[in-house]
Each structure stands twice: as structure tokens, then as C-alpha cells.
């Protein structure tokens, strides 16, 4: 027999033969495995063709969901070689070996080869990775022009290069994309209002604040709405809230040298204490050379007793919130050369 009664506004379903069952979603959160949300960004043509297959493969083999944020446009790669005059940018290369990691090829497109484009020539590939079930999203055009220009550029600039990857993101899938991740972080106050205009529910397009050691600065960190011009945004902010490994390669943390052997080992350190995080990672580091640790860290979280998502699946446990509302921010992080989009205090 079941019974109906209502307690402070909340339902309960009484089974004679089992325990009262309260659908109170407060309960629901409560009792809800912690998230690891793997968005993955793909910024090159190599990484597309060839790390994106390998990850698509590995989270299969795992059972473990995932967003994946594709380059557009042409890939020129080649012009970080301008970032040489940005502070720490020699610390980052000489630490994540930059050329095994990229390949050579990579590192001459839009210099001394010409850039290929991402979007026409990989299309397939893109494809492939909707079809085994993974949501796919807008990263960027032009990763390298992206993250060069567009915080000092005008309403009209960012317009026509968000415009471009949504027209190629509907031609290859078909449909208007759902999500988007920011390309090196980098974002401007026209982007935030265009992700609005797109009609984005969610995007992952900043950072948390973290401290030398990889932990939260501030543990509350994590999905909020943004504030610009006046008005609050509707896009929910799902802010990246662990070190990625370029991040951590190479550094001295805690009194030890951070490389191959012990990378898993320091992320999965930050992640004991359970709640949910968002982990950005790369096709053409952790689809490649770095698969290894990206392994190690798949196995680890699920001992640790995680579900692994994709930017969907955590939007839909907090899009009924209510989240803080906060301004655009700009900040740098431990292991990353200048500034980026920062979530505020």
C-alpha cells in the first residue's frame, strides 16, 4: 500500500514494505555521487585527428563521459613563437617540451607551412566523436588568434569570429552548438554577451583561483553567473577548478619535482576530499604523450568513488540553483603565463 503526506512542503511516498522515500531535492543532492566533469579542448589539426580518437577510446574503455571543444578554423599554431616576449613563457617550454608534445609540423603552421583549416579538413573526425556519444562543442576559430587578441578587441571583432565557429560548428553537426569552452581562457565582455545571444545555456570559459599547490583558494568556487553591462547573464559559468598538467609538469611543489611518475598522484591528492571539480585536459597532451597519467587519473577518481561527465551532465544538477552572480575577472595561476579569466571572490 502507499501512502501521500506532506511534511514542510516537501512529498514523501510512504512503501509499507521499504523506507519513506523524500523527493526533496536537497536530499537528492545530498545523497548524489561527487562529479568530475573531463572537458577536453582540442586547439590543433593534429590534436583532432589524432588525440581525439585516442581519448574518444579510452573514455569508452572506462565507461567515463566527456565534453569535447573543437578549433574551428584554420590552425596557426605557429604564431605562439610572437609569446616569446610574455613573462614565463620560456618557464613553460622548457618544462612541457612543447615540441614533443605539438610536433614540429604543428609548430610551423601559419609560419613556414601553411595553416591548415581545422574545421574542413577534420570534419569526419569531429563527427565521429558525436556518434560514439560524446557532446561536442565550440572551443574556438582560431585558438592562436583567439588567445592573442581578444581581450583588447571591440564588440564587431569578437561578433565575426564567434560567428564563424558557430556557422562551421552548424555545418559540420547540423544543428546550433550547446556548449563552449574559451580558448586559452581568454574572454571579453562582448564574448560573455554573445554566448548569450547564441542562446549557450552553459559554458566553461574561466578558472578557479588556485594556490601554488594546485588546491582551491577558495572552496566554494564553482558554477555562478556572470555579470555585464548592467545585467546578469544567463550562461552558468562552469569554471575549470583543478591544475591541468602543463600546469604542474616541471614544477617544484611541495618540495618535489612534478613530472611523469608522479603528476596522477598530486592531482588525485587534490581530489580526496569529495566534491565536484572540472578538469580541463588536452587532445594533443593527454591524447598523446600523456595518456598514461590520463589513465592513471581515470582509475583513480573512480577508487575515489567519482562519476566522470560531460559539461551537460554537471549543468543539469545545478542548473535549478541558485548561483552566485559575480563580474568578469582577470587574474594568472600557478604554471600558466599571463592572465586569464578568473573566477571573483
Not at 526533496?24 to 583532432?48: E, F, M, V, W
Request: charged content about 20%; aromatic content about 8%.
Amino acid at each position: 500500500m502507499v501512502h501521500d503526506c506532506s511534511i514542510a512542503g516537501n512529498r514523501f511516498i510512504h512503501l509499507d514494505f521499504r523506507a519513506t522515500i523524500c523527493t526533496n531535492s536537497a536530499l537528492q543532492k545530498a545523497s548524489k555521487l561527487p562529479q568530475i566533469t573531463l572537458k577536453i579542448d582540442a586547439d590543433t589539426y593534429r590534436g583532432t585527428r589524432e588525440g581525439v580518437p585516442n581519448l574518444v577510446k579510452q573514455l569508452q574503455r572506462h565507461g567515463a563521459n566527456a565534453s569535447f571543444l573543437f578549433s574551428l578554423g584554420p590552425d596557426h599554431t605557429g604564431w605562439a613563437l610572437k609569446q616569446v616576449f610574455r613573462p614565463g613563457f620560456f618557464s613553460k617550454v622548457s618544462r612541457t617540451s612543447v615540441v614533443e608534445h605539438y610536433g614540429i609540423k604543428t609548430l610551423m603552421y601559419g609560419t613556414l607551412l601553411p595553416a591548415p583549416d581545422i574545421g574542413k579538413t577534420c570534419a569526419n573526425y569531429m563527427r565521429a566523436v558525436r556518434d560514439a556519444g560524446f557532446e561536442c562543442g565550440i572551443h574556438t576559430w582560431d585558438h592562436r588568434v583567439w588567445q592573442d587578441h581578444v581581450r583588447q578587441r571591440d564588440a564587431a571583432w569578437t561578433q565575426e569570429v564567434m560567428q564563424r565557429a558557430y556557422a562551421r560548428f552548424h555545418d559540420i553537426f547540423g544543428h546550433a552548438p550547446i556548449t563552449h569552452g574559451a580558448a586559452g581562457w581568454q574572454m571579453n565582455e562582448h564574448a560573455f554577451l554573445q554566448l548569450d545571444a547564441f542562446g549557450i545555456a552553459y559554458s566553461s570559459d574561466g578558472r578557479a583561483v588556485l594556490a601554488e599547490d594546485g588546491t582551491l583558494a577558495a572552496p566554494a568556487a564553482g558554477p555562478h553567473l556572470l555579470s555585464a553591462q548592467g545585467r546578469t547573464l544567463s550562461c552558468v559559468q562552469l569554471p575549470t577548478t583543478l591544475p591541468t598538467l602543463d600546469e604542474l609538469l616541471g614544477r617544484t611543489i611541495g618540495g618535489q619535482l612534478i613530472d611523469t611518475s608522479n603528476a596522477a598522484a598530486l592531482l588525485l591528492r587534490l581530489t580526496e576530499q569529495p566534491r565536484d571539480h572540472v578538469f580541463t585536459l588536452h587532445a594533443e597532451l593527454e591524447g598523446q604523450k600523456l595518456a598514461p597519467i590520463f589513465e592513471q587519473l581515470l582509475l583513480g577518481w573512480r577508487a575515489q568513488g567519482y562519476e566522470l561527465v560531460s559539461m551537460g551532465d554537471y549543468y543539469q544538477t545545478v542548473k535549478d540553483e541558485v548561483l552566485p552572480i559575480l563580474p568578469i575577472s582577470w587574474g594568472e595561476l600557478p604554471g600558466r603565463s599571463g592572465d586569464m579569466i578568473l573566477q571573483a571572490a
